[in-house]
Each structure stands twice: as structure tokens, then as C-alpha cells.
Nanobody
Framework: QVQLVQSGGGLVQPGGSLRLSCAAS????????MAWFRQAPGKEREFVAA????????YYTDSVKGRFTISRDNAKNTLYLQMNSLKPEDTAVYYC??????????????????WGQGTQVTVSS
């Protein structure tokens, strides 16, 4: 089992930047996909970005392409989301997740069976 602990959320002005971190309690399998999801008030949780086990491939929802970067440092058992040019519509609770590629349904929550506790990101002036 993998326990995920998030940090790095907060309040930022439009156009600003934040970096979210997601630390695993033990070494994460190199076979695991890891991903970020977010949920705004009154809305369904949505896919944001994903990264393959060795970090060779990344995937993004259209609304964050060119602004967000997902990365992982397997030596530190940590996943990151660098968020630049933040917009008010990025305001949400952000969750990290992990799952085995045999179960993953791309661009959805399907197959992600380990989840972080969530962290609030608020973009407002």
C-alpha cells in the first residue's frame, strides 16, 4: 500500500504560481501511474494531469496545457505539480493519486486506488 501526503496549497493572485507536492510513505512502484485531480465547489472531480511510472510520458487536460507541469522524483518518492499563470477558474481542492497501469482508465479516476488528502488552491485578487 502507498500512503500519499500532500503539501503546497494556498492563496495566490491571478497570474501567480504554486507548486504542489505529494509524498509517498514508502517507495512508489515504478510501474505506478500518478496523477493530479481537482474538485471545485459544486462540481465533479476532474482529471488535471498524469505521469507514467518512470516519468517518460505526461498527460494534461486541455485547460492546463502550457501552464501546469507534472513531474516525479522517484528517489524522493514525491510527485509534483508546478502551476503557473494561475487563473481564478483553477480554484479547487487538488488531489494526488496513484494506481497500477493495468487498472488505469486514461484521463479519468478509474484505477487510481491510492489518494492524497487534498489541498486547497485559491486563485483570487
Amino acid at each position: 500500500q502507498v500512503q500519499l501526503v500532500q503539501s503546497g496549497g494556498g492563496l495566490v493572485q491571478p497570474g501567480g504560481s504554486l507548486r504542489l507536492s505529494c509524498a509517498a510513505s514508502r517507495r512508489t512502484s515504478r510501474s505506478d501511474f500518478m496523477a493530479w485531480f481537482r474538485q471545485a465547489p459544486g462540481k465533479e472531480r476532474e482529471f488535471v494531469a498524469a505521469i507514467t511510472g518512470l516519468g517518460f510520458n505526461t498527460y494534461y487536460t486541455d485547460s492546463v496545457k502550457g501552464r501546469f507541469t507534472i513531474s516525479r522524483d522517484n528517489a524522493k518518492n514525491t510527485l509534483y505539480l508546478q502551476m503557473n499563470s494561475l487563473k481564478p477558474e483553477d480554484t479547487a481542492v487538488y488531489y494526488c493519486a496513484a494506481g497500477h497501469p493495468s487498472s488505469i482508465v486514461p484521463m479519468t479516476e478509474g484505477g487510481y486506488n491510492y489518494w492524497g488528502q487534498g489541498t486547497q488552491v485559491t486563485v483570487s485578487s
